[in-house]
């Protein structure tokens, strides 16, 4: 079955630079990657995804980008401000199910 | 405006009691998850249902079982509560398999 592993596990920027978090999926089949951010105490959110057919997607200070060859997608933020601190979540979808990263708890220092 | 609700954000039990765990969604969607989230693990599903009373496994479905019997609501059965399964329990819902999933709350149980 499908495996996603994400890295790093935590991790903290300055305030105004970036940020980059990396997964790795198993299962060549794999075609959806959403990425979630969990603020503390609340619920995760869909923040950007990408679909198989595309190698790059930005909205404003984020972006994902795909690399189907090697199996590996990737979250950039940049400019990062202090609301970005949260959990992130990758995930791939295999099979109907979607499979989820263990997180990257991401610090922005002041 | 989607919205995923859980019957309880806090629940406390004793060990080898049946444990309900209630999920509704608003919004007509197929598809409904439920996760459990531990430091360090991340999410992970225990059941999913993609149709009124169907039902698949996820990853951990061992001590749990789920029932849909009306599309909006999918609920998780803890047949007899264990400590190992404290945890906080996640539900989500999404029109299609590839579509964006909405999460509930979450439900923190603690079993003692």
């Known amino acids: 079955g499908e495996n996603v592993e994400q890295h790093p596990s935590t991790l903290s920027v300055q305030e105004g630079d970036s940020a980059v978090i990396k997964c790795t999926y198993s299962?060549?089949?794999?075609?959806?990657f959403p990425w979630y951010k969990q603020e503390l105490g609340k619920r995760p959110q869909l923040i950007i995804d990408i679909r198989s057919n595309v190698g790059e997607k930005k909205d404003q200070r984020i972006a994902v980008t795909l690399n189907k060859t090697a199996k590996h997608f990737s979250l950039h933020i940049t400019e990062t401000q202090p609301e970005d601190s949260a959990v992130y979540f990758c995930a791939a979808l295999a099979e109907d199910k979607i499979i989820f990263g263990k997180g990257t708890r991401l610090h922005i220092l002041p | 405006d989607v919205k995923v609700t859980q019957s309880s954000r806090y629940l406390v039990k004793r060990t080898g009691e049946k444990v309900f765990l209630e999920c509704v969604q608003d919004m007509d969607h197929e598809n409904m998850f439920w996760y459990r989230q531990d430091p360090g693990l991340g999410l992970r599903l225990i059941y999913f249902?993609?149709?009124?009373?169907?039902?698949e496994k996820g990853d951990i479905p061992e001590g749990y079982s789920v029932s849909r019997e009306k599309k909006e609501r999918f609920s998780l059965i803890l047949e007899s509560a264990s400590t190992n399964q404290t945890s906080m329990y996640l539900c989500?819902?999404?029109?299609?398999?590839?579509?964006?999933?909405?999460f509930g709350p979450g439900t923190r149980l603690t079993v003692l």
């Open positions: 249902s993609y149709d009124v009373k169907m039902k």
């Open positions: 299962d060549s089949a794999s075609n959806y």
């Open positions: 989500a819902s999404s029109q299609g398999g590839r579509d964006t999933q909405y």
